[in-house]
């Protein structure tokens, strides 16, 4: 029966693994080369299996180190998580923050309902609606925090990321070949008019609005069933369609800049906090190009 690991041991693994050499380990943990590997020696004793191949520029993983990596990186980070949850100190009041309906059950959510865990007395208020009505809405004192997009250049706020709007069609329907174009669009939008409308005008593309809808999710309904192409964020492609690049004649709609925007009206540590949880979530979106 093989013993117990220690997070210490998987630790030392962890640095020695991204170094691949004992002597550069040792000096970033703060420890003698021989401390280090005897650390390796106990981590390799205690699961039975060899981590490490040893060589003359240094050490490699050996398929069972290669298989413990995520395992320990996982251990090491709830370990973290868990220390600064309990060492943080508490936080209560309310926070109000606006999100788009885009990111309403993809990025933001896991953000927020962390940030519940982590801070259960604060009182969490999530307005999602149109970019437009959450600045507004901030202006007047309704919200802390507001994630929008800002196609116009206003250089207000925190870049997030860059979310491009692209043309979108379903990969069975071949609408996008249809003259004129079927569109779906949003009701009595600016936005729809001077972007998308526009991109279909500057090339000469003949279009009819098929379709009209107030939200996102309506859009994408459109696209799904056949009824018409649409204009969505990159990262909010549903499954079963994909963008209308320049390949098929269709240019992009704007380069939306994600931003995170605060009230200038109140300010807490609770909302600092929050908003260092949406940066974080935004993070890894592997669709997105990041500034």
Same mark, same amino acid.
């Given at each position: 029966m093989?013993?117990?690991?220690?997070?210490?041991?998987?630790?030392?693994?962890?640095?020695?693994a991204e170094t691949s050499n004992f002597s550069a380990a040792a000096q970033r943990i703060g420890r003698t080369q021989s401390a280090v590997s005897t650390q390796v020696k106990r981590l390799e004793a205690a699961?039975?299996?060899?981590?490490f191949e040893r060589g003359a520029r240094g050490v490699l993983l050996t398929r069972q180190g290669i298989q413990l990596v995520p395992y320990a990186r996982r251990v090491i980070d709830l370990l973290n998580e868990a220390a600064a949850t309990i060492r943080s100190?508490?936080?209560?009041?309310?926070?109000?923050?606006?999100?788009p309906e885009e990111y309403s059950q993809t990025v933001l959510p896991a953000a927020l309902a962390a940030f519940a865990v982590r801070h259960p007395a604060v009182e969490v208020t999530v307005s999602c609606d149109?970019?437009?009505?959450?600045?507004?809405?901030?202006e007047r004192d309704e919200l802390d925090l507001a994630v929008v997009f800002d196609w116009s250049d206003q250089r207000q706020?925190?870049?997030?990321c860059i979310d491009p709007t692209v043309w979108v069609t379903s990969m069975v329907h071949r609408l996008h070949d249809?003259?004129?174009?079927?569109?779906?669009?949003?009701?009595?939008?600016?936005?729809?008019?001077?972007? $998308?409308?526009?991109?279909?005008?500057?090339i000469g593309r003949n279009y009819r609005i098929a379709f009209i809808a107030d939200t996102g999710s309506g859009l994408k309904n459109a696209v799904i069933a056949g009824l018409a192409?649409?204009?969505?964020?990159?990262?909010?492609?549903?499954?079963?369609?994909?963008?209308?690049?320049?390949?098929?004649?269709?240019?992009?709609?704007?380069?939306?800049?994600?931003?995170?925007?605060?009230?200038?009206?109140? +300010? +807490?540590?609770a909302i600092r906090?929050?908003?260092?949880?949406?940066?974080?979530?935004?993070?890894?979106?592997? $669709?997105?190009?990041?500034?």
């Open positions: 093989h013993k117990p690991i220690e997070s210490d041991l998987l630790r030392t693994f962890l640095v020695v699961i039975g299996e060899t981590l100190k508490p936080l209560d009041g309310p926070v109000r923050i606006g999100i149109y970019t437009s009505r959450n600045i507004a809405a901030l706020g925190e870049v997030l249809m003259d004129p174009l079927p569109i779906a669009t949003y009701r009595n939008s600016t936005w729809s008019r001077d972007f $998308a409308l526009r991109s279909l005008e500057q192409v649409t204009t969505l964020s990159r990262s909010s492609i549903p499954s079963g369609c994909r963008e209308l690049n320049a390949e098929d004649g269709f240019p992009p709609v704007d380069s939306s800049k994600v931003v995170l925007r605060r009230s200038t009206y109140r +300010s +807490s540590e906090e929050l908003a260092e949880m949406v940066r974080e979530a935004f993070q890894p979106m592997p $669709a997105l190009s990041m500034v």
